[in-house]
């Protein structure tokens, strides 16, 4: 298993990934928001997983300057490679990157009611949920993790 910048060369991957996802952890209509992120994204900020130089899963980090919030952004495994500890891999090596660059900030990440419990076992706390809040069906939870520093 390998964790590789993202190149475009990886765009049709990551929305085979995306898609794969359908309908239970991602809702059709966040397809569009996908795709301009992976036309816009910083390589620095995002990376993809390799098992045998194929894509199994991506995601990426995000700084917000106007909110001074630091986060995790679009992370999806492919339904074909879950429970097999990608997730977790990909997350640690986000966190890990994110307290390193930002050592001072709150993380955040929005998920859904679907994958909260698994970023609770990675250190983050829920803050917020709005019932149906990505799409009927997927609730939005907001969740938090306290800066590496302790401020």
């Not at 992976?38 to 990426?60: K, M, N, Q, S, T």
């Not at 993380?107 to 829920?126: R, V």
């Not at 809040?133 to 969740?143: E, R």
């Amino acid at each position: 298993m390998q964790i590789v910048q993202y190149t475009p060369d990886f765009r049709e991957d990551c929305l085979a990934i995306f898609n794969s996802n359908l309908p239970k952890f991602f809702a059709a209509d966040e397809l569009e928001l996908f795709e301009k992120f992976l036309d816009a994204v910083i390589p620095a900020d995002y990376y993809v997983v390799l098992i045998d130089g194929r894509p199994v899963a991506c995601g990426g980090i995000f700084f917000d300057n106007r909110n001074n919030e630091a986060g995790l952004a679009w992370g999806m495994v492919s339904v074909l490679y879950h429970k097999r500890g990608i997730g977790k891999l990909l997350t640690a090596f986000r966190i890990a990157l994110l307290k390193k660059r930002y050592p001072d900030k709150m993380l955040k990440i929005e998920t859904s009611q679907h994958t909260a419990g698994f970023y609770e076992k990675n250190g983050f706390s829920i803050v917020d949920i709005v019932p149906d809040g990505f799409s009927q069906g997927i609730d939005k939870y907001t969740m938090e993790m306290a800066p590496a520093t302790g401020n």
